[in-house]
């Protein structure tokens, strides 16, 4: 089984990865061999996801191990991104580190299952569904990761990391709108309604809601402090609606569980 390898690939990248990061931190020359240590270890990572998809016979999106699997790799992909457009090596370092996190749980508690999808799995929507959900995640937990940093520097009363973590917000918000957007399709094609008010809509409708509101308080100038402490709030949020719901009551009928 692909999975039995898991340990070597996901070894190799964070190998990589960690490598990378330590070389972006000693001068301008090694930070040129950090970014190509970091992209080979994506490289690796995403060969595996691959390979797995290939051995899984569909889209290793289907349990919650196999979502962890992509969350590894966007939220590393997402902090090298904000180096290189914003030179916040930091962050990377921060990616790294959560990545790891959650390459350590999936080799604790894979839950890779070998089995088929459901009918209503089998779809078009599948794929980029759940993509953009897990990229939007990883985008979230970037700018939580800023947002600490930032309430840290209040006293300072610095806004030096406002326009990046702006950014990540706003593109992390288009992803998600477009994760529910292309789930309300899947929805009406699978089940004949847009919406059900699945406890996992509720969550991701929630969540979507709290991230408009740090949007507004930022137009409406809102003291800086508040506007921070929104981030970790909505990031509370995600996480209900991404591992939370599974464990909730009124969800374990829902369609959403896995």
Not at 83 to 110: C, D, E
Not at 118 to 133: D, E, G, K, N
Not at 143 to 170: G, V
Request: glycine letters at 6%; aromatic letters at 18%.
């Amino acid at each position: 089984m692909m999975w039995d390898n898991f340990i070597w690939f996901s070894g190799a990248s964070l190998l990589l990865w960690i490598a990378g990061v330590l070389a972006l931190y000693l001068n301008k020359r090694s930070a040129a061999v950090g970014n190509v240590l970091i992209t080979a270890g994506l490289a690796i990572f995403l060969c595996f996801i691959f390979l797995l998809w290939n051995d899984l016979g569909h889209p290793p999106l289907r349990t919650m191990g196999e979502t962890r699997l992509w969350y590894s790799f966007f939220i590393t992909l997402v902090g090298f991104f904000t180096w290189l457009r914003w030179r916040y090596k930091w962050l990377a370092g921060y990616s790294v580190l959560v990545s790891a996190v959650f390459i350590m749980v999936n080799l604790l508690r894979p839950e890779i299952h070998f089995t088929n999808l459901m009918p209503a799995l089998q779809s078009i929507w599948f794929v980029p569904h759940v993509t953009v959900y897990i990229l939007s995640y990883a985008l979230f937990g970037a700018a939580t990761i800023a947002s600490f940093i930032a309430i840290r520097e209040l006293r300072s009363s610095s806004e030096r990391l406002m326009p990046l973590i702006d950014n990540l917000i706003y593109i992390g918000l288009g992803f998600l709108l477009t994760g529910m957007l292309l789930g309300a399709i899947w929805a009406k094609e699978a089940w004949g309604d847009y919406w059900t008010w699945d406890p996992k809509e509720v969550w991701a409708f929630i969540t979507a809601a709290v991230y408009a509101v740090y949007i507004h308080a930022r137009v409406q100038r809102y003291p800086l402090r508040v506007i921070l402490w929104i981030i970790p709030l909505a990031f509370v949020m995600l996480m209900i609606t991404w591992l939370g719901v599974n464990y909730l009551p009124a969800a374990q009928g829902s369609i959403h569980v896995y």
